[in-house]
C-alpha cells in the first residue's frame, strides 16, 4: 500500500521554528519530485518547496525563501521542511506529495500522490 506519513506539525509561537517529516511507504522516494505544499482555512493549496529526486535541487516560494529548508534522506525514504522563524501566515495544513521526477515546480496538477497533512499552528 503506498502511503504518506506526515508529523512534526503543532502549535508554536511567531519566531519559532518546527521540522515537518514526510516518511513513505510502499514506494521509493528518490524516484520522484516531492513538493510541500500548504492549505490555510478558505485558502487554496500553496506550493512551499519542493526537492528533485536526481540532484537533489531545490525551489522555495518566495514567501517562505530564506526560512524554510527541504532535504531529503533517501536511505530513511523521508523528506523533511525545516521552517524557522514562522509567522502567524504560516498556520495551514502542510502536505507532501509526490511527482514525476521531471517536476521541478509547485503547480498541484503535476503532483499525483499526496499525503494526509499536518497542522501547524503559528499563535502567541
Known amino acids: 500500500q503506498l502511503q504518506f506519513v506526515e508529523s512534526g506539525g503543532g502549535l508554536v509561537q511567531p519566531g519559532g521554528s518546527l521540522r515537518l517529516s514526510c516518511a513513505a511507504s510502499g514506494f521509493t522516494l528518490d524516484y520522484y519530485t516531492i513538493g510541500w505544499f500548504r492549505q490555510a482555512p478558505g485558502k487554496e493549496h500553496e506550493g512551499v518547496s519542493c526537492?528533485?529526486?536526481?540532484?537533489?535541487?531545490?525551489y522555495y516560494a518566495d514567501s517562505v525563501k530564506g526560512r524554510f529548508t527541504i532535504s531529503r534522506d533517501n536511505a530513511k525514504n523521508t523528506v523533511y521542511l525545516q521552517m524557522n522563524s514562522l509567522k502567524p501566515e504560516d498556520t495551514a495544513v502542510y502536505y507532501c506529495?509526490?511527482?514525476?521526477?521531471?517536476?521541478?515546480?509547485?503547480?498541484?496538477?503535476?503532483?499525483?500522490?499526496w499525503g494526509q497533512g499536518t497542522q501547524v499552528t503559528v499563535s502567541s
Open positions: 526537492i528533485s529526486s536526481s540532484d537533489g535541487s531545490t
Open positions: 506529495a509526490a511527482g514525476n521526477k521531471a517536476v521541478m515546480n509547485l503547480n498541484v496538477y503535476e503532483y499525483d500522490f
